[in-house]
């Protein structure tokens, strides 16, 4: 069982940045490939990046590419995402969670462990 708890959203201006942190309980956060996803009013739960158990491999979907930075420091069991040049398209509940699986997987359906997610609104 992995709990995870996200902090670190707000309301900022287009072109601000901020640092979303999730950290997880238990002692095999180091086994979970680790996702952040997100999900805006009336839309799916998107995965915009992840990143393999050891970080070695991460993935960022196209629309956050070279903006969003996703990295994680397993021996305090958090996962970070760095946002910046936000814009307002980014506004959305942010929600961190963890898979079993190896690889990178951008289906929700394949992540069994979720936090509560946390806000980020960007204002034009």
């Known amino acids: 069982q992995v709990q995870l708890v996200e902090s670190g959203g707000g309301l900022v201006q287009a072109g601000d940045s901020l640092r979303l942190s999730c950290v997880a309980s238990g002692r095999t956060f180091s086994s979970y490939a680790l996702g952040w996803f997100r999900q805006a009013p009336g839309k799916g739960r998107e995965l915009v990046a992840g990143i393999t158990r050891g970080g070695a491999n991460t993935y960022y979907a196209d629309s956050v590419k070279g903006r969003f930075t996703i990295s994680r420091a397993n021996a305090k069991n958090t996962v970070y995402l760095q946002l910046s040049s936000l814009k307002p398209e980014d506004t959305a509940l942010y929600y961190c969670?963890?898979?079993?699986?190896?690889?990178?997987?951008?289906?929700?359906?394949?992540?069994?462990?979720w936090g509560q997610g946390t806000q980020v609104t960007v204002s034009s």
């Open positions: 969670a963890a898979s079993r699986f190896l690889i990178i997987s951008t289906s929700v359906d394949d992540y069994a462990y």
